[in-house]
């Protein structure tokens, strides 16, 4: 069974509740419910923090061991060289997804410091971008 961790950063405990236009109105503890009964044969875990040292802290924990991080790093993504350092220390691969379309959002939101150490990236897609980032983990 492959073992996945859903890696989110800061405000986004708030979803469900934070620019539901933007974000949606589901929180993420729902919507993870749902994503487990989508891929009954995948062990996903989730993590979220506001701070950035417990994120990191987390790669570290997990990324020699899992098979794949979906990393959402939030506002931290345009600003983070320690998060895209910590995702190029482990062997573990990751996936950045975002719930909106970042390149279509203010300008400072248009580059990542995550993306050069990631497989890929899904933006603008809502939750779903998670399941898809799951699915190609789990082919």
Known sequence: MKKILILNGPNLNLLGKREPTIYGSQSFED????????????????????????????????????????????GLTHTSVALADALSSVTTPAIEVHISNIHARESFRHHSYLTSRCKGMICGLGLRGYEMAVAWFND
């Open 31 to 74: 919507y993870f419910e749902t994503l487990k009964g989508t891929f009954p044969g995948v062990e996903l875990h989730y993590f979220q923090s506001n701070h950035e040292g417990a994120l990191i802290d987390k790669i570290h924990e997990v990324g020699f061991t899992f098979d794949g991080i979906i990393i959402n790093a939030g």
